[in-house]
């Protein structure tokens, strides 16, 4: 079975840029969150869907960032437009309803915005 | 203000030994504590985790003592191997109410051969 799988792996963006990460879920789960993970803040939740709609937009997070679920199998993350302080490892993770809360975790996308 | 503490962001321990991974949390509320352990490159993956109706559980090599009173739990890596160096994250979350994992902000460890 595939896990979670994200793309970009790697994005090097100039400030201003939009950047759009891209993730696919483990077939069959109904639950999608996106963290962003750095050294000092850790893994920060910036937005959680279950069965596609948007519970969670991650307060602090909604300036900027968009997260969108276009159907069970695919979610984008935009960051429009892009900082030097957004540099950080993007992580999706999904998981199926009833699951006693276990989360699948992509590899992530490491973003450095110069 | 954290919600899920750990104590140490690194752990040096030697082949052989226990290392001993410690967390600490606010909410009363919180009653699944999961561990999450990440290599380089990759993303989180579960370790173990235990209810807080429990004291203690047990997988293998891997440990979480819980202390409900104290608030606090611990993970115990016994017979540390240079493999298990990584980055362990402590969370917690509440089965009422807000469904979110909190995590906290991890302790690398390296195990030194």
């Known amino acids: 079975d595939a896990g979670v799988t994200q793309t970009p792996r790697h994005e090097v963006a100039e400030k201003g840029q939009t950047i759009i990460l891209k993730c696919e879920p483990v077939s069959g789960h109904n639950d999608l969150f ?3 993970q750095t050294k000092i803040q850790g893994l920060e939740l910036l937005s959680y869907f279950r069965s596609k709609s948007l519970m969670e937009d991650g307060g602090a997070f909604k ?3 968009k997260a969108e679920m276009l159907n069970s199998s695919f979610s ?4 429009q437009p892009t900082e030097p302080k957004d540099s950080a490892v993007y992580l999706c993770a999904s998981t199926p309803r009833n699951s006693g809360n276990t989360l699948y975790f992509g590899e992530g996308s490491r973003l450095i915005v110069v | 203000q954290q919600q899920v503490r750990q104590s140490s962001q690194s752990l040096t321990v030697w082949e052989g030994e226990t290392a001993i991974l410690n ?3 606010e909410n009363s509320a919180f009653d699944y504590f999961p561990w999450y352990q990440q290599f380089p490159g990759e993303g989180p993956a579960l370790l173990i985790a235990i209810r807080s109706v429990s004291d203690k559980k047990e997988d293998g090599r891997f440990t979480i003592f819980f202390n409900k009173r104290e608030k606090n739990l611990s993970l115990h890596i016994k017979d540390s191997q ?3 160096s990584a980055t362990y994250f ?3 979350r509440a089965s009422s109410g807000s469904w979110q994992l909190i ?3 991890g302790t ?3 195990v030194m051969p």
Do not use: E, M, N
Not at chain 1, 76 to 79: A, G, P, V, Y
């Open chain 2, 108 to 110: 690398q460890l390296t």
């Open chain 1, 34 to 36: 996106w963290y962003r």
């Open chain 1, 63 to 65: 300036d900027r960032f």
């Open chain 2, 23 to 25: 967390c600490s949390y």
């Open chain 1, 76 to 79: 984008t993350l935009k960051i």
């Open chain 2, 82 to 84: 240079p493999g298990d």
């Open chain 2, 90 to 92: 402590c969370a917690a």
């Open chain 2, 103 to 105: 995590f906290g902000s």
